[in-house]
């Protein structure tokens, strides 16, 4: 919703509805808000994430989790994962650039950026 929009709690009413946007394991998460535009030309939506570029079977057969994880190390990434395999299948080359796709959001009018946050930890 945009601002002074009357169904956001008031703590959030002067800059609209607060939009989490996750990033991968490796790239950055953002914070929006909602827009009047929005609720003009989408329905009140924007992006919820970046979306696939490999489908899980792709992720797995194409990238090493080991070589995931000493990726995600070196970028002060503390990880904690279930299953090794989780690592490739979730892996940021498996996603589309986040960034890219928050931008076009933002250019587009139906969502503005408030923050960008880097990735400390990943629990899958």
Known sequence: FPPNHPEIPE???E???PILIGGSMGTHSYVLCGTQKAMEVSFGSTCHGAGRQLSRSQS???LDS???LKDLATKG???RIAQKGLAAE???ESY???S???DTCQEAGISKTVAKLRPIAVIK
């Open 11 to 13: 703590a959030y009413r």
């Open 15 to 17: 800059i609209g509805q």
């Open 60 to 62: 797995i057969k194409q």
């Open 66 to 68: 080991r070589e995931v």
């Open 77 to 79: 990434i503390s990880i």
């Open 90 to 92: 979730e892996a940021p």
């Open 96 to 98: 589309k650039d986040v």
């Open 100 to 102: 890219a796709v928050v």
